[in-house]
């Protein structure tokens, strides 16, 4: 299986804040990376794909880079709804696979 | 909108399997793929399997001994069942609809919590 390691596992960011999440692949996948949030009783929600494609109806702040195996997560300016945990998962092979989360907390 | 709902038992025993099942609603099932993932509490998501609506399947190996997806075009709806349950299946169970071979979870149901326990 590829492991996925995000860092850090937690965060804490005020309004407006540009944050960073990083995903490490144990191998190379290419740019087969997807990003999602997900918010306490909710279900996770699709926000890049293909490391850096836009999932429609996701605000432009936010951003995917990379390719191989490191990538990154950016939220260029913090709003308030974006306060949740971070998950990226690989598409490159079965079993799918997610990194263990960050969770985006207030400071 | 694509709508996603899953349904199934809240409990089950030890040993029992667990049955969920995923009804989508506002698009067809027809010509994407729908997988199931897993969230024990207060931990990670786990992709547990996927199925196309032509029925193929692909499974994590650490449950593909255990784990059965299926679907019913006519009714729009595709199914998990999971035995030999044991407390580590407690979880909350998502379904999703998935791109080609269930690489990507586009929408996703509201899960339903599954406790195992006697």
């Known amino acids: 299986d590829i492991q996925m390691t995000q860092s850090p596992s937690s965060l804490s960011a005020s309004v407006g804040d540009r944050v960073t999440i990083t995903c490490r692949a144990s191998?190379?996948?290419?740019?087969?990376l997807n990003w999602y949030q997900q918010k306490p009783g909710k279900a996770p929600k699709l926000l890049i794909y293909?490391?850096?494609s836009l999932q429609s109806g996701v605000p432009s702040r936010f951003s995917g880079s990379g390719s191989g195996t490191d990538f990154t997560l950016t939220i260029s300016t913090l709003q308030p709804e974006d306060f949740a945990t971070y998950y990226c998962?690989?598409?490159?092979?079965?079993?799918?696979?997610f990194g263990q989360g960050t969770k985006v907390e207030i400071k | 909108q694509v709508q996603l709902q899953e349904s199934g038992p809240g409990l089950v025993k030890p040993s029992e399997t667990l049955s969920l099942t995923c009804t989508v609603s506002?698009?067809?099932?027809?010509?994407?793929?729908w997988s199931w993932i897993r969230q024990p509490p207060e931990t990670g998501l786990e992709w547990i399997g996927y199925?196309?609506?032509?029925?193929?399947?692909d499974y994590n190996p650490s449950l593909k001994s255990r784990v059965t997806i299926s679907v019913d075009t006519s009714k729009n709806l595709f199914s998990l069942k999971l035995r030999s349950v044991t407390a580590a299946d407690t979880a909350v169970y998502y379904c999703?609809?998935?791109?080609?071979?269930?690489?990507?979870?586009?929408?996703w149901g509201q899960g339903s919590l599954v406790t195992v326990s006697s």
């Open positions: 998962q690989q598409s490159y092979s079965i079993p799918r696979t």
């Open positions: 506002g698009g067809s099932i027809s010509f994407f793929y």
């Open positions: 293909a490391a850096s």
């Open positions: 999703a609809r998935s791109t080609t071979g269930g690489a990507t979870m586009d929408y």
């Open positions: 199925i196309s609506d032509s029925g193929s399947t």
């Open positions: 191998q190379s996948i290419s740019s087969y």
